[in-house]
């Protein structure tokens, strides 16, 4: 990176507000605006700025954690108005999704990079055969599980969601629709889910990231970048009304199709980086 931190800062913030007009862009014309998209994006540009390779997948996962709190929170509340929310299947999955993140956060206090990009990639791939070969018809059951089951589920989804960057929507929607929950109500409990998710994923990035601040770009806090924050937010919510726009021009399978492309191809540039 630039020597001079005015020089790191401004180059930080170029190379952010690029990012986020093509997270925004991605975001509206595939349908899905969390770290699916942003933790790749984010990669390439601290890969640009010379953060260090042994820090530079957990920075991104926890300032994608941090970008997307507030659409998570936005979300749940607006789908809450509707009544769409299992609300207490999120008081189930709350706390073991919180013990889960915090699992994720002392991974990356103490993990190399590569167990990043490798549980990315197994997410990315899943979430890829689902949009490439029709995963929505996945079965499980017609009712929910068990409490212990769902524990188990909860977890899971935190561990995950803090490994990867996300706020757990796509693993939690995956359950209950395999469990007959219409996607709606999946949706909207999903996002309630999130809400814990991401904020405990920010708190636990921050303090995992602080023994690191030596390695970290400008104006950062553990491992969230705060201008990554305060740029890419409001940049990405304005650029998505172009993607979403792009979207009505194509059918749905064929979005599915693109989205299961672009997962492939993170996931191929992941693996890569891993050789």
Not at 260 to 269: E, K, N, P, T
Request: hydrophobic share 55%.
């Amino acid at each position: 990176m630039l020597g001079h931190p005015i020089g790191e800062i401004a180059l930080l913030a170029f190379w952010i507000v690029g990012a986020g007009i093509l997270v925004g862009i991605l975001a509206g014309l595939f349908g899905i605006g969390g770290g699916a998209i942003i933790v790749p994006v984010l990669y390439e540009v601290f890969r640009v700025l010379g953060v260090p390779e042994d820090v530079r997948m957990q920075m991104c996962i926890g300032t994608s954690l941090a970008i997307i709190v507030p659409t998570t929170v936005r979300s749940y509340l607006e789908h809450k108005k509707k009544g769409a929310v299992i609300v207490d299947l999120v008081r189930i999955w709350a706390l073991p999704a919180v013990a889960g993140v915090a699992a994720g956060s002392l991974v990356a206090l103490y993990a190399p990079s590569s167990v990043f990009k490798v549980a990315f990639v197994i997410f990315a791939i899943f979430i890829a055969a689902r949009m490439l070969f029709g995963g929505d018809k996945w079965n499980l059951g017609t009712e929910l599980p068990g409490r212990g089951l769902l524990l188990i589920y909860g977890f899971i989804t935190g561990l995950f969601s803090s490994l990867v960057g996300v706020s757990g929507g796509s693993l939690s929607n995956v359950v209950l629709t395999s469990y007959g929950r219409p996607m709606q109500q999946a949706v909207a409990t999903s996002a309630g889910v999130g809400v814990p998710i991401t904020i405990a994923g920010t708190v636990g990035y921050i303090l995992a990231g602080w023994p690191h601040m030596a390695q970290l770009p400008p104006l950062s806090i553990g491992f969230v970048s705060l201008i990554g924050v305060a740029l890419m937010a409001p940049v990405s919510n304005y650029t998505v009304s172009y993607g979403v726009r792009l979207a009505h021009w194509l059918p749905r399978r064929q979005l599915e199709i693109g989205f299961g492309i672009f997962l492939a191809a993170v996931s191929l540039r992941f693996i890569w980086s891993l050789l």
